[in-house]
């Protein structure tokens, strides 16, 4: 087939278009444009992305804006050109978060604010989706009232308010519950709402956080304002929904950021005296922030370290927020209509099914379309056999809808105790909900080794004997549960042996709040809760004693090094014995604390070297490891320390005897160089011997927060 002088010419307008564009020269672009209106929708990089996509995907904003005002009224078509993705334009503004970008558009052309791509997706949608709050304002006050619930809901039911809580943007959420109020009850396909994924993030609450002793007390320190509603969307806005770049090469950050700190203190006194801030001024509590986080910075703290801290109490309050404002419009316990069944359009998956999205496209976007539906009823005549197969399971999918866990189970399963905590005092019924396996919150939470959730179902005033007795559909009790080992280790502790008392603490804690009867209780299997207790932690106890074996073994040989030194320092005393067989140096406090020190070092490390040997010929049973084994590690490695320092003290103590004349001005140099090594063994052993005391000493063990991938 012969081309014709029409196609040459847009052969060159391409090839015209992808230079220059490439090389940065847009003014050249806007020339072409100007003089061939078909410019605009002609395709310049493999992806179907026009000039005017890449422009925007550049952030070229007077470009844009150049672009867009050479559009006619009667060729806003070209604003509707979508890409392989079926991204338009305002599709990738969004985005980014370009706010200037999406106003020109959307001014321009406001129904392409209800153009789908090929995921269904509005550019409202796109802009909650990457978590961009200012450009979802913006195109929220431009678009068209009537249809906004219709452009914030995608073909799987999933609302903006799902995707933003989802993407853990809660300030962002927080604007959509107030603008969309219907969205708080709404479902997905697989019948889960907004508070289902809230509850599904447990790293969003403070429950689910570990912090270590010295972040925990910046967190209680930092101030953390709450989310307030926006009043609206600012027309004179136009920056991007990004933070502007700094104005220094990355290497300089550090150096600023000393600059800050000395910066800080300084602005503070002028802005006091400049504004004689009263005790109702709001301006107040910004600056004792600034006060209190500079001080936190001084301290040593580091700016990097307070920010995450800031981060993550700012992620924590504003989700207690979210949850707070969706529990208020809640309907999940009243005969009301909750949107569980979006209209057929968002449901179905083809073209035609898109919600409005004809209307708003041109009559050439139209035939293309027309095109497309014809291959896909070609391709779906040849294919049926699949997709029979597909609508068996879409089917099946459907039939699942409103049987999902609820809110609460969610939370009790994660650890969320302050959603559980929140439901209860909102709706106490809540406490009777099931899942799909017969289990209940207090099932779940026994289940999924979540102390914090058990302990507030133990504290909450209802019938704890019809609580607390449910058993699920295979006739396990929570006793039952308990004795049950997951195939990940769940407890915040290293170590096998000290996994396995954990598990026993577990168990004898759960144990303690059920009703006596349930101790020999027998499940569907025929096994009572001890029976599945040993069974589940055989292969446990196995590498438990493998452990306290190897760090036994280890300790051993440093106590047995230690007792052989201080027995041959002890023996050989310095400056000799005189003629009636009594130490020389005796009457100077050096030999007194040279002898003393020695003597506690030989006496510790043969009690260390006694219990590790105890540990190494124990039997290792199961009830071995509850009390008798972790006490004894922790008396041996407690020895050992003691027997460390002790010979220390007592090699620098005789030495300062012997060689006093010789290194009078620099002996304290030498023996702080000779005691260096106690740092670096205490600082390689004492977080396991930390870790020790506190699994021995802890009533209830500590949960995991870190996710298992």
């Not at 949608?125 to 979802?136: D, P, T």
């Not at 993550?312 to 707070?324: L, P």
């Not at 039939?399 to 009790?412: E, Q």
């Not at 020999?520 to 438990?544: A, M």
Request: net charge positive; with cysteine.
């Amino acid at each position: 087939m012969a081309f014709t002088m029409e196609d040459s010419n847009m052969h060159e307008i391409k090839n015209s278009l992808f230079k220059y564009a490439m090389q940065g020269e847009w003014n050249e672009v806007v020339n072409i444009c100007k003089q061939q209106p078909r410019a605009y929708k002609t395709e310049i990089i493999a992806s179907g992305d026009t000039a005017l996509h890449v422009a925007v995907s550049e952030g070229k904003e007077s470009i844009v804006e150049e672009l867009v005002e050479l559009i006619g009224e009667t060729d806003l078509d070209a604003l509707e050109v979508r890409n392989e993705q079926g991204n338009t334009p305002l599709h990738l503004a969004a985005s980014m978060g370009n706010v200037k970008i999406c106003k020109c558009l959307a001014e321009k052309h406001p129904k392409l604010v209800g153009v789908c791509n090929h995921d269904h997706e509005t550019p409202l949608f796109s802009a909650v989706l990457h978590g961009r709050k200012h450009a979802f304002l913006c195109l929220h006050e431009i678009s068209d009232s009537m249809k906004r619930d219709e452009y914030g809901r995608r073909a799987d039911g999933k609302t903006i308010l799902h995707c933003a809580i989802f993407g853990e943007f809660f300030d962002l959420a927080f604007q959509i519950i107030h603008l969309y109020k219907n969205f708080v009850n709404y479902v997905d396909e697989e019948g889960f709402t907004p508070l289902h994924f809230l509850a599904g993030k447990p790293s969003a609450f403070r429950s689910g956080t570990h912090l270590s002793w010295i972040s925990n007390i910046i967190y209680q320190c930092l101030i953390v304002e709450n989310l307030e509603k926006s009043e609206g969307f600012n027309r004179s806005y136009n920056i991007s929904d990004d933070k502007k770049k700094p104005r220094y090469p990355d290497n300089y950050r550090t150096c600023m950021s000393f600059w800050k700190i000395i910066k800080m203190p300084v602005s503070m006194g002028r802005r006091r005296r400049d504004n004689l801030i009263d005790s109702e001024n709001p301006k107040e509590r910004k600056y004792e922030e600034m006060e209190l986080d500079t001080l936190l910075v001084v301290l040593g703290l580091g700016i990097t370290n307070v920010q995450k801290i800031k981060d993550k109490k700012e992620k924590h309050t504003w989700s207690c927020q979210i949850m707070d404002e969706l529990l208020k419009s809640a309907s999940m316990y009243e005969y009301d209509w909750t949107g569980m069944k979006p209209l057929p359009s968002r449901y179905s998956k083809h073209e035609e099914a898109r919600p409005n999205s004809h209307e708003l496209l041109s009559d050439t976007n139209k035939n293309e379309i027309k095109k497309d539906r014809n291959k896909e009823i070609t391709a779906s005549e040849t294919s049926s056999s699949g997709n029979k197969q597909k609508e068996h399971k879409k089917s099946e999918k459907k039939k699942t809808v409103g049987k999902v866990d609820a809110a609460i189970l969610i939370a009790a399963k994660n650890g969320v105790k302050e959603m559980v905590e929140k439901i209860l005092d909102l709706f106490p019924v809540a406490i009777h909900e099931r899942d799909s396996e017969r289990k209940n919150a207090v099932l779940l939470a026994v289940e999924n080794r979540q102390p914090d959730v058990y302990e507030v179902l133990l504290r909450r005033n209802f019938m704890r004997d019809i609580v607390f007795s449910v058993v699920d559909n295979e006739g396990n009790s929570a006793l039952h549960l308990a004795a049950m080992l997951r195939h990940t280790l769940p407890w915040h502790i290293p170590g096998h042996a000290l996994q396995m008392q954990w598990e026993i603490k577990w168990y004898k804690y759960v144990k303690k709040s059920m009703p006596r009867h349930f101790f020999p209780h027998f499940n569907n299997h025929n096994k009572t809760p001890k029976e599945i207790f040993t069974e589940n932690h055989g292969n446990l106890v196995h590498k438990g004693g493998k452990w306290l074996k190897n760090t036994s073994s280890s300790g051993s040989v440093v106590a047995t090094l230690i007792a052989s030194v201080a027995f041959t320092s002890f023996c050989n005393v310095p400056g000799s014995f005189d003629n009636a067989g009594l130490p020389v140096l005796e009457h100077d406090k050096r030999f007194t604390v040279f002898a003393i020190a020695s003597l506690i070092a030989l006496c510790s490390s043969v009690t260390s070297l006694i219990m590790f040997l105890v540990i190494l010929t124990s039997r290792h049973q199961e009830k071995d490891f509850h009390k008798e084994l972790p006490n004894k590690l922790a008396w041996g490695l407690t020895a050992l320390f003691i027997s460390i320092w002790s010979m220390l003290i007592s090699f620098c103590a005789a030495h300062s005897l012997i060689l006093e004349s010789k290194v009078k001005h620099i002996e304290f140099a030498v023996y702080a160089v000779t005691c260096l090594s106690i740092p670096f063994f205490a600082a390689a052993q004492f977080p396991l011997y930390l870790d020790l005391l506190r699994a021995t000493s802890r009533k209830v063990p500590q949960r995991r927060y870190k996710v298992d991938l």
